[in-house]
């Protein structure tokens, strides 16, 4: 399993958020990405790096954006950390992402 480390933009989102199943269905999905971080969609161009996991909830589309990075944690010896940038509703998500991200 991954280390895992959130970016301010998806912890804030995270925290604001008030339906416990859309907070359920963000833990899973954090928590699959932690077991398998290429389980997401590979983004391109500007975003190249950048995964894309897509979760839907009530007929709405919501976003969470991470990256892998390589990085040795001592105490428990994991090479690979998965950074959350973002998360949020589809509408939108990427040209906030790109002015965050890029």
Known sequence: MAGLIFLPPAARYLKKL???????????????????????????GD????????????????ELAYTVE???????????TVVVIMAGTREKFYDELKRYWL
């Open 18 to 44: 008030k339906d416990k199943n859309l907070k359920k269905l963000y833990e899973d999905a954090v928590r699959a990405i932690c077991n398998d971080p290429t389980i997401g969609e590979s983004k391109h």
């Open 70 to 80: 390589e990085r040795v944690n001592e105490e428990s010896g994991e090479t690979e």
């Open 47 to 62: 975003l190249k790096g950048v995964f894309g996991y897509d979760i839907y909830y009530n007929k709405i589309n919501y």
